[in-house]
């Protein structure tokens, strides 16, 4: 690593101002901050002293993102083999997994870091990290047989409306990763709903055997199908909604892979635990509120099973906490994650249109954040204005 430091010493006046390359500055400082700790520090005016960057934050998200993208991998091969009634390992499931998931990391990753360096260069301001999570959360919401050039056209819509328009990372009130879903579900519906889109190969139809279904368990209780099945006609029970053997996005179906990621960053102090614990309390209330009243099968589904069904753990955990685009405040987190897991239970089981829920919900609640926090703050100061005034009174 010295002999690597040495080397990007050696380059950097290069792009320093009055060297050749000083309009690329805004690269260079991409990837040397990647590689080594950036020395810069705040020299004047009011900072939070902290052992941790951006960067560094970011990172742990993404490590907190491997248990749903390698279950999403494997889950990917073995509906696959199911569809085609063929017998596969645990490996080759995943190597199957692999080559329909990589590809689609990477045209999100290098469409996304592309449209980064442009806006960078544009600006002449320093490439922001955000990216690194987006980047990972893009691939892990959409179908596992999503054409590539949607998802390099959803990135970059993310990038571009979803966070350069409002000023870059740290700005933006729309959560990236979601706005690109959004954007796909809306502009290419047949591409992101129905029974054929969640299973790799069942849009082909090339080798499936008569009969199978592609169904997710919130398509068929949407559609009043009676007992929830899988693709062969097998009940699908709550292990199975649990442990995510299940057709879905391609990292949304596993709760318990998702959990996992959220132990770690509760852990380690990046996702909030107010807004997780929260999100799931407004889900379940909005449950068992439905469960009380009935009409259809999605009211009808137990509240704690509706916790582990679609697309619900994955955005409490990953989408709603956010940092820029959730609340800010402590109490304005319970309430923020309260509302979003409570509208996610309300859309699915009252609009038909939109089984699954929780991507509208977070994104009003994202709209809706900055209002939260107005209030609570302005809560506070009365409290406090209160307080001052009966002690002057005393």
Not at 22 to 29: D, L, R
Not at 132 to 145: E, H, Q, R, S, Y
Not at 196 to 209: A, N, P, Q, R, T
Not at 274 to 287: C, D, E, N, V, Y
């Amino acid at each position: 690593m010295k002999s690597l430091r040495r080397n990007i010493n050696k380059i950097k006046p290069n792009f320093e101002k009055g060297g050749k390359f000083y309009a690329f500055k805004s690269t260079f400082e991409a990837f040397e901050t990647f590689l080594f700790v950036p020395d810069k520090v705040t020299t004047s005016g009011a900072h939070i002293r902290d052992p941790i960057d951006m960067k560094r934050a970011m990172i742990v998200v993404v490590m907190a993102l491997i248990p749903p993208l390698l279950f999403g991998m494997w889950n990917t091969g073995f509906q696959n083999s199911m569809a085609i009634g063929i017998e596969r390992t645990i490996w080759q499931n995943f190597a199957f997994g692999f080559l329909k998931v990589f590809p689609i990391i990477v045209v999100s990753y290098v469409t996304g870091l592309a449209t980064e360096f442009v806006f960078a260069q544009i600006r002449g301001h320093e490439v922001n990290e955000g990216f690194l999570v987006t980047g990972m959360l893009i691939p892990l919401v959409m179908p596992a047989d999503v054409p590539l050039w949607m998802v390099a056209l959803a990135t970059i819509f993310a990038v571009i409306i979803g966070k350069e328009v409002f000023g870059g990372t740290g700005m933006n009130i729309l959560n990236p990763a979601l706005t690109a879903r959004a954007f796909l579900f809306f502009a290419y519906p047949t591409y992101m709903s129905g029974d054929l889109v969640w299973i790799s190969g069942l849009m082909e139809g090339k080798g499936i055997i008569d009969g199978f279904s592609g169904a997710t368990t919130l398509g068929q209780a949407a559609l009043n199908l009676g007992p929830l099945l899988d693709g062969l006609g097998h009940p699908i029970t709550p292990m199975k909604m649990f442990i995510g053997t299940i057709p879905g996005s391609i990292g949304e179906t596993s709760t318990l892979a998702i959990l996992l990621g959220a132990i770690f960053l509760i852990y380690t102090g990046i996702g909030s635990w107010k807004i997780i614990f929260s999100f799931f309390a407004g889900g379940l209330a909005m449950g068992l509120i439905l469960n009380a009243f009935g009409g259809n099968v999605l009211m009808e589904i137990p509240a704690w099973q509706h916790l582990m069904l679609g697309g619900f753990a994955f955005g409490g955990v990953y989408m709603a906490t956010d940092p820029v685009s959730a609340a800010q405040t402590g109490r304005g987190k319970w309430i923020y994650g309260f509302l979003a897991g409570f509208l996610a239970i309300m859309i699915r089981c009252l609009n038909p249109a939109f089984p699954e829920g929780v991507m509208l919900a977070i994104l009003l609640m994202n709209v809706f954040a900055p209002l939260i926090d107005h209030y609570v703050i302005e809560g506070n100061i009365k409290r406090r204005l209160r307080r001052a005034k009966t002690a002057v009174n005393q």
